[in-house]
Nanobody, 123 residues
Framework: QVQLVESGGGLVQAGGSLRLSCAAS????????MGWFRQAPGKEREFVGG????????IYADSVKGRFIISRDNAKKMVYLQMNSLRPEDTAVYYC????????????????WGQGTQVTVSS
């Protein structure tokens, strides 16, 4: 049974930082690309960033480029999202997702999802 469990969300002031974690189990983690998505109330789920199976390739949405960093530790079966210079518009539920080999910007291309963690950025 595949499980992805996000943690690290919370309330932070604008300009602050948070680090989200996603713990994976039940899959050959090192074979999977990982993506981070977010969904704000009343909005569609949107791509934030992704990392390839080796960690050698990362992609980011323009809205977070230069502020967010994705990393992974295959030995620990973990993927991380370091979020810096947070803005109120970053407020959303953040999800990690897994698909074989490479990440994708489309949520439809992912096989497994976590339950999400809330990030709230106050102005």
């Amino acid at each position: 049974q595949v499980q992805l469990v996000e943690s690290g969300g919370g309330l932070v002031q604008a300009g602050g930082s948070l680090r989200l974690s996603c713990a994976a189990s039940g899959l050959t983690f090192s074979s999977y690309g990982m993506g981070w998505f977010r969904q704000a109330p009343g909005k569609e789920r949107e791509f934030v960033g992704g990392i390839g199976w080796t960690g050698g390739m990362t992609i980011y949405a323009d809205s977070v480029k230069g502020r967010f960093i994705i990393s992974r530790d295959n030995a620990k079966k973990m993927v991380y999202l370091q979020m810096n210079s947070l803005r109120p518009e970053d407020t959303a539920v953040y999800y990690c997702a897994a698909r074989l080999i490479a990440p994708s910007t489309s949520p439809d291309n992912y096989n497994y999802w976590g339950q999400g963690t809330q990030v709230t950025v106050s102005s």
